[in-house]
């Protein structure tokens, strides 16, 4: 009958010594991790469990409450291991009259108790020889054979040396009890008759004369015992007893051997299988104590720190790491969890460059009853490689979305501002048209009025006349402005440059407002430069962006104040413009912005009117002749106005 055992172990190398021994008497053994136990089910079938030091006592006490305590056997700790020896006390109070096999009990001890453990109940059956028995005296025979099989003995009788042989066919004959005169033979003779037939059969022999016994003959033809006639009945059943005990012990040897040598033989392919791969395996493998010293790593191990398996075995793993690793290994090591393994981030230092980043996974193993440590280690250089990466990555999106933030936000703004600009523009369109507009439709119905009532006085009329000129003149200029301007925006204004005398298009600019300077009593100081400058332009266009700039600086200004206009060359072949005022000067944050469409200075777009377009149209007739027009404050506390043109423009 196959006893089924369970061994609950925690990675213990006495588990596996009681699993070789259990094997070999012929038990059919299960190993398993107690993390495991939840996927082994119908524990109660187990004719027996071994539980290992290590084992929790919770994780103990469930497994005991589903199986007989009676049937329990625990294998303890080393002695000198105190920490260990206390946990397993714990363990040992739970089935205190259990069998305890400590790692120093020799083989044949652990044999001796297992076998106790697994002691046959009373409802087992005996194992019986089956006995040959010869006789040629029938009185003889049938006495010897009533003794035999009232011991429940299957006996099987014949009275000569042809009659054995033909009786013993269909039967496996373990005993032979013959005696030794027959009278076709001698006892001897049915033996080695019989011997060739069942090898495993053994011989007893009897006679009333022993000096007709040849017993070197005997003994070399393997006969057991030779019994003096007449024949005790009970010296009889111990002989045959004695004789079947030792043919059962020598066929238990003989299984036991072969069951050993198969044992042996599996051990030593899986040991081999298991070092091949061990030695092999990409994955350098360490086993290592709790103090950090190398017992024993594969070759992947020596690649991996650059030293042989024999110099690594003089460092410790604590060493051949960075200080940080060091210290987290041992940080883990001491607060280990009910699994007993866990894994962590390393690195390795070496001498030129930055070291390579390992994942270590660690497990705590019992190594001859010490508590010692196995890792795997993986180079993790590629996965950080990837990380890196990614991190850039992230980074650069990061930037990326940033700068993508900025620009939307920035054009938010600038809509804003055009949104805000279109705005006010509108408003004072509406109010610059409006003011024209209305004074043309009152002045013609003061004319129409009067006409009406017969008063034609010529100098009312005049002056209504010339009023709506003015007006109708204004709302012409605004106009004009704006048609100016979108022509400029679809690229459909005229732009036909021709070499002209800068100096006389200065001169006719400052006659245009002379008129407006006259009446706020405004100086325009202009001194001609004492050679003419030659330039390639729109004479009407540098014309009305000198007008817009004099007339801007002329509303802006304080009456009976002064407007310099200055024109000179530069190294960079260009003609230099400049009209400085000592007006109400524009805001510094606001400089580059006056130059835009519908935008006018803080200081300037409440009370002194305007639709924010002059200056826009400046910027473009100087786009136009390819130079540049930009606005300052000067130290009068006025705005100087610098345009630079190219004296040759090239289309």
Known sequence: ?????????????????????????????????????????????????????????????????????????????????????????????????????????????????LEQALELGTDTT????????????????????????????????????????????????????????????????????????????????????PNQVSMIEAIRQDVEDVLI???????????????????????????????????VDALIEKDSLLRVIYKHTPDPIMLFARNGEVIEANDACSKLFRLSAKELQSCSVFTLLDETSAEKIKDK?????????????????????????????????????????????KNVTHLKHKEDLLLEAKDMLEEQVRA???????????????NHSKSEFLANMSHELRTPMHSILSFARFGLDKLSKGDIAVEKLQKYLSRIECSGERLLSLLNNLLDLSKLDVGKFPFNPRPHNLTNIVKTSIDDVSGTAM?????????????????????????????????????????????EVVLTTNQQAQAVIEVIDSGIGIPDDELEHVFSKFVQSSKTNSGAGGTGLGLALCREFVSLHKGAISAHNNSSGGTTININLPLEVKL
């Open 1 to 113: 009958m196959v006893r089924k055992i369970l061994i609950v172990d925690s990675s213990s190398v006495l588990a596996m010594r009681i699993k070789v021994l259990l094997e070999l008497i012929g038990c059919e053994v299960e190993l398993i991790h107690f993390s495991m136990l939840k996927e082994c089910p119908a524990l109660s079938s187990y004719d027996l469990v071994a539980i290992a030091h290590g084992v929790p006592v919770a994780t103990a006490s469930l497994l005991i409450a589903e199986i007989k305590v009676e049937h329990v056997v625990l294998l303890a700790p080393k002695v000198e291991n105190n920490e260990q020896l206390s946990l397993f006390s714990e363990l040992n109070r739970l089935v205190p009259n259990a069998i305890v096999i400590y790692p120093f009990f020799s083989n044949k001890e652990i044999s001796s108790l």
């Open 229 to 263: 006639k007449p024949i005790n009945e009970n010296m009889l059943l111990q002989s045959v007893h004695k004789l079947w005990q030792t043919e059962l012990l020598k066929r238990h040897n003989i299984e036991l051997v072969e069951r050993l040598q198969d044992t």
């Open 519 to 563: 009446e706020k009593e405004i100086d325009i100081q202009f001194v001609p430069p004492s050679s003419p400058v030659m330039i390639d332009c729109d004479e009407e266009q540098i014309n009305q962006l000198l007008r817009n700039i004099l007339g801007n600086a002329l509303k802006f200004s304080e009456p009976r104040s002064c407007v």
């Open 333 to 377: 090591v001491v607060t280990l969890n009910q699994n007993r393994q866990f894994s962590c981030d390393v690195h390795l230092p070496l001498e030129a460059g930055e070291g390579i980043p390992l994942v270590g996974s660690f497990n705590e193993i019992d190594h001859h009853g010490e508590i010692a440590l196995a890792v795997i280690f």
């Open 126 to 209: 005996l194992q019986l020889p089956t006995v040959l028995l010869v006789d040629h005296i029938p009185e003889r025979l049938e006495k010897v054979a009533n003794s035999l099989l009232g011991a429940h003995i299957k006996t099987i009788t014949a009275n000569s040396i042809s009659a054995a042989i033909s009786q013993a066919q269909g039967h496996d004959i373990d005993l032979l009890l013959s005696d030794f005169s027959l009278p076709d033979g001698s006892g001897i003779d049915v033996f080695v008759t019989l011997k060739a037939h069942y090898p495993q059969c053994r011989c007893l022999l009897f006679t009333s004369k």
């Open 404 to 418: 993508r933030t900025s620009q939307l936000e920035h054009a938010k703004n600038v809509a804003e501002a055009a």
